[in-house]
């Protein structure tokens, strides 16, 4: 019989974590012991279980996959960490692979893709999609920070600060503070000429 691989999932988006386990549960030889919504609860199923692999999403109540991902390899060094979901975009990889990250695929990936990349990752190897690595290559290093990106990707349609603020669970005046400081730092004369700059750049 083959070694069961073990792993934990940290997706505050219920339905998707749901799907996740189930997916990967289909699998002989994979073996979902924990979920948890939130860093907090991922850090201490990690600490408690000391899985092979921390399947992680970026975008959480409390905090963000790459931070949990450091307090993971520092509560269970053995964990290897596979970041999955609907924010792929290179300065998200880099910082990924900073943090020693070893997969990193989009939600849009296959039940095959995803199970075969928790055997990589099981294994010590890289797991990366590899348009998105691609994209990383020819995109150049990102100013933005994760928030800043997220809050400019919100506003690319031309939503409003009030719109943006609920799609991003931010108080009104933070997602102005974002923004304006996305401004600054891509040079541009408003949001919409900044979110159409970081697009261009694969930074959104």
């Not at 095959?112 to 690595?133: M, S, W």
Request: charged fraction near 25%; aromatic fraction near 2%.
């Amino acid at each position: 019989m083959t070694e069961r691989i073990t792993v934990i999932l940290v997706d505050d988006e219920h339905l998707i974590r749901s799907a996740l386990a189930t997916m990967l549960s289909l699998e002989e030889d994979l073996d979902v012991v924990g979920e948890a919504s939130s860093c907090a609860e991922g850090e201490e199923l990690a600490q408690r279980l000391q899985p092979q692999v921390a399947l992680l999403d970026l975008q959480m109540p409390d905090g963000d996959g790459l931070e949990l991902a450091r307090r993971v390899a520092a509560v269970s060094p053995a964990t290897r960490v596979l970041v999955v979901t609907s924010h792929a975009r290179p300065g998200y990889l880099k910082r990924a692979l900073a943090e020693g990250v070893l997969g990193f695929l989009p939600k849009t990936a296959a039940a095959g893709e995803l199970a075969a990349a928790v055997r990589t990752v099981a294994a010590g190897r890289r797991a990366i999609d590899p348009e998105l690595a691609a994209e990383t290559i020819s995109s150049g290093d990102s100013p933005l920070t994760p928030r800043e990106a997220d809050v400019l990707e919100y506003a690319a349609d031309g939503a409003p600060v009030d719109q943006i603020a609920r799609r991003a669970h931010l108080a009104e005046g933070t997602v102005r503070n974002y923004l304006s400081s996305a401004q600054a730092k891509l040079q541009a004369a408003n949001r919409h000429e900044a979110a159409a700059i970081a697009r261009r750049h694969g930074w959104i």
